[in-house]
């Protein structure tokens, strides 16, 4: 895979649902990616998006260099049903020198395996069914992303009671622990907040910080 610019390069290997999906992401974001799978007709498609689709019967080590994804800066297994497949996969991965390996697991014993391998895991059904019970828990909730078992990002609509308030009166990372990331007003998104920022009506505010911190806000928000 030869590199055109200085920006992120990513592997993608296993173009089922949830690879062909994330591939697809990248490729409408700019980025250089380079994709594989064993079937034909998944990669065939993919070619629309990138000249770097090949199509890979075997994942062993020298396969997997021939390709020249170790030159990637991230790697992502997305191969998670077959578990053997998916481990060996990472590992040889790791040993080609591959910067950063995420991997998807099927259950929590597979991710246990896969995070002593040196990948970063992923559960992309669990952390939907996640993203999906916060917003159905409270009203405000538009949208909900596990970054790491710490850290996540919380979108919400304000509540009446934060509209004609500066982020300053609010307080919110002295009152919850939260930072606030960016603010969406009519579609247009600061990420350059100002402590003198008077919030309004609609307005989307992005939160970063703990679970914990995030749910402690959501309630605070439904019993004012």
């Given at each position: 895979?030869?590199?055109?610019?200085?920006?992120?390069?990513?592997?993608?290997?296993?173009?089922?649902?949830?690879?062909?999906?994330?591939?697809?992401?990248?490729?409408?974001?700019?980025?250089?990616?380079?994709?594989?799978?064993?079937?034909?007709?998944?990669?065939?498609?993919?070619?629309?998006?990138?000249?770097?689709?090949?199509?890979?019967?075997?994942?062993?080590?020298?396969?997997?260099?021939?390709t020249?994804?170790?030159?990637?800066?991230?790697?992502?297994?997305?191969?998670?049903?077959?578990?053997?497949?998916?481990?060996?996969?990472?590992?040889?991965?790791?040993?080609?020198?591959?910067?950063?390996?995420?991997?998807?697991?099927?259950?929590?014993?597979?991710?246990?395996?896969?995070?002593?391998?040196?990948?970063e895991?992923?559960y992309?059904?669990?952390?939907?069914?996640?993203?999906?019970?916060?917003?159905?828990?409270?009203?405000?909730?538009?949208?909900?992303?596990?970054?790491?078992?710490?850290?996540?990002?919380?979108?919400?609509?304000?509540?009446?009671?934060?509209?004609?308030?500066?982020?300053?009166?609010?307080?919110?990372?002295?009152?919850?622990?939260?930072?606030?990331?960016?603010?969406e007003?009519?579609?247009?998104?600061?990420?350059?907040?100002?402590?003198?920022?008077?919030?309004?009506?609609?307005?989307?505010?992005?939160?970063?910080?703990?679970?914990?911190?995030?749910a402690?806000?959501?309630?605070?928000?439904?019993?004012?």
């Amino acid at each position: 895979m030869k590199r055109k610019h200085d920006s992120m390069s990513y592997g993608i290997v296993g173009l089922g649902r949830f690879g062909r999906a994330l591939a697809l992401e990248l490729a409408h974001a700019g980025a250089e990616i380079l994709v594989m799978d064993r079937e034909e007709e998944r990669v065939r498609e993919l070619r629309e998006v990138t000249e770097n689709a090949l199509v890979v019967r075997v994942l062993d080590k020298n396969t997997l260099s021939e390709t020249g994804i170790q030159n990637c800066d991230v790697a992502v297994v997305c191969i998670g049903e077959e578990m053997d497949t998916s481990m060996l996969t990472v590992l040889h991965l790791k040993e080609l020198g591959v910067k950063r390996v995420i991997a998807k697991a099927s259950s929590a014993e597979h991710g246990e395996i896969l995070e002593k391998l040196g990948a970063e895991v992923v559960y992309p059904e669990r952390d939907m069914a996640v993203r999906l019970a916060h917003r159905l828990e409270n009203a405000h909730v538009l949208d909900f992303v596990r970054l790491s078992e710490r850290l996540n990002i919380s979108k919400l609509l304000i509540p009446e009671h934060f509209v004609g308030k500066t982020v300053v009166e609010l307080d919110i990372r002295g009152r919850y622990g939260l930072n606030i990331v960016a603010i969406e007003n009519t579609g247009r998104v600061q990420d350059q907040v100002r402590p003198d920022y008077k919030f309004a009506p609609c307005d989307v505010v992005y939160l970063c910080g703990s679970k914990e911190s995030i749910a402690r806000m959501e309630d605070e928000m439904t019993t004012v």
